[in-house]
């Protein structure tokens, strides 16, 4: 059994480094946070979930998802979408952006996204499901996965008929979040149902859902059979969980190395977003960050009420004033690869 978080496996002829994906997630996985799931030792980042609509219509803020770092890599870029044709022309596009793997999803359970017939709405229509990936397999030279939910209600177990024949569609891999769609995000995972998707195909199945720590990973994936385990809501502001489940060293970071950490994600969230966009969207981020006891309640909420970033890292500085040194050591984004044939001018705050 695949025992070792560190060693690499393969997405046919894609390398990935280690055994731990980092989930793609909707309002958090922005290009700061790959990069620093690379960083602590994720072998596979992966962007939140692309509207192929959006990507269709060209739609400004749909593009903004699709920058892609040097230092990203290897990375997949989640696309929704029911019709298989527009699936297919945003993988080309997608592709062309740089992503070494094209993700489609099939799990998200809210009802803005299955009630277009996209998202875990195809799991209750595996004919669908098929002809979209066919159509975005046979569209792109990278390989394309899946990642599904177990069924949409509960105790379905829908994803094991479907699994088999998405191979057979063309799907390179695939990952479960053993959870129904109704489920949403409560009871456990149930990874009983990956270990038995492992036993019926042929390609590499990852783990999603529970994975926070080094003993789970092993656990899951000595259980499942699976190539790698994702984790998600365990990332969030907590690098450090992603290191210790890769390398299996527990050592909390210091409140400087938290306060540094922050720092350099705040300032790279407003490099990709732009002030105004970030300053809101890294409000959640304070609390998840300064929780674990790292720093006092009320310290968090004043950063929340702060009305600029610039402030916000001033108060951290004054704070934990030995970050000011280790933000210094924290490696420099490489240069972007932006979008082939799109006015760069699309890139609000790039
Ligand atoms: C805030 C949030 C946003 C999410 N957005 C997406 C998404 O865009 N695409 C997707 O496939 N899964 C999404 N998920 C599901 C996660 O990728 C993952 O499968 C799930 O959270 C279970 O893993 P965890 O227990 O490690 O968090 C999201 C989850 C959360 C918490």
Not at 86 to 91: D, I, K, L, P, V
Request: hydrophobic share 45%; charged share 20%; with cysteine.
């Amino acid at each position: 059994m695949h025992g070792d978080l560190r060693e690499s496996w393969w997405i046919r002829e894609v390398e990935v480094p280690t055994r731990v994906v980092l989930a793609p997630m909707a309002g958090v996985s922005v290009q700061a946070f790959r990069r620093q799931g690379r960083r602590f030792g994720a072998g596979l980042v992966c962007s939140e979930m692309v509207s192929c609509a959006g990507i269709e219509h060209r739609n400004e803020r749909t593009l903004g998802y699709l920058r892609v770092g040097g230092d990203e890599h290897p990375l997949a870029i989640q696309i929704f979408g029911s019709d298989p044709g527009a699936m297919a022309e945003a993988a080309r596009m997608v592709a062309a952006a740089g992503a070494d793997v094209v993700d489609m999803n099939f799990g998200c359970p809210v009802r803005k996204v299955t009630k277009t017939g996209a998202g875990a709405y195809l799991l209750d229509d595996p004919a669908l499901a098929c002809r979209i990936t066919e159509a975005v397999a046979s569209a792109v030279p990278v390989p394309v996965t899946v990642k599904m939910r177990r069924g949409v209600e509960g105790g379905s177990r829908a994803c094991l008929e479907l699994g088999p024949r998405l191979v057979e569609a063309g799907a390179a891999a695939l990952t479960l979040h053993p959870r129904s769609a109704t489920q949403m995000y409560t009871g456990y995972a149930d990874h009983s149902l990956t270990a038995e998707l492992v036993s019926l195909v042929d390609v590499p199945v990852i783990a999603s859902g529970d994975v926070t720590s080094h003993a789970k990973a092993q656990s899951v994936l000595a259980a499942t059979g699976a190539a790698a385990v994702m984790v998600g809501r365990g990332a969030q502001g907590n690098p450090w969980a992603l290191r210790e489940i890769v390398f299996g060293e527990g050592a909390q970071p210091s409140r400087e190395e938290v306060a540094a950490e922050l720092i350099h994600f705040v300032r790279e969230t407003v490099r990709e977003l732009g002030e105004r966009r970030a300053s809101g969207f890294l409000k959640k981020f304070y609390g998840w960050y300064l929780g674990y006891g790292r720093f006092p309640r009320p310290f968090k909420q004043e950063l929340v009420q702060l009305s600029s970033t610039d402030e916000v890292v001033t108060r951290l500085l004054a704070a934990a004033p030995g970050a000011a040194e280790l933000v210094e050591q924290i490696p420099l984004a490489a240069d972007e690869i932006l979008l082939v044939g799109l006015p760069i001018s699309i890139y609000g705050g790039g």
